[in-house]
């Protein structure tokens, strides 16, 4: 099993900044991709952006391309999302994702919330 606990959430002005991090525990070998997702109130959860864990290859949603990136500490099994140049619209609750390679199970965080004022 996997145990994923996010954090860095709240509320920021439009314009500004915040880094988003999702600690990692158990089987964490056992991962190929890790990412994250957000959900907006009323709104299906959106893939925002991955990385895998071997040759850290990204991939992000269009419209956080240039202003989010998504990066990965091994030794603190650690994932982070740096978000700058945040808009109202980037609100949403912010979910961690890994997926194990060999049965391609998802294992989820909880969540934490990002507010952005206009």
């Known amino acids: 099993q996997v145990q994923l606990v996010e954090s860095g959430g709240g509320l920021v002005q439009a314009g500004g900044s915040l880094r988003l991090s999702c600690a990692a525990s158990?089987?964490?070998?056992?991962?190929?991709?890790m990412g994250w997702y957000r959900q907006a109130p009323g709104k299906q959860r959106e893939r925002v952006a991955t990385i895998t864990t071997s040759g850290g290859i990204t991939n992000y949603l269009d419209s956080v391309k240039g202003r989010f990136t998504i990066s990965r500490d091994s030794a603190k099994s650690t994932l982070y999302l740096q978000m700058n140049s945040l808009k109202p619209e980037d609100t949403a609750v912010y979910y961690c994702?890994?997926?194990?390679?060999?049965?391609?199970?998802?294992?989820w965080g909880k969540g934490t919330l990002v507010t952005v004022s206009s």
């Open positions: 994702k890994a997926s194990r390679w060999y049965d391609g199970m998802d294992f």
């Open positions: 158990g089987s964490i070998f056992a991962l190929n991709v």
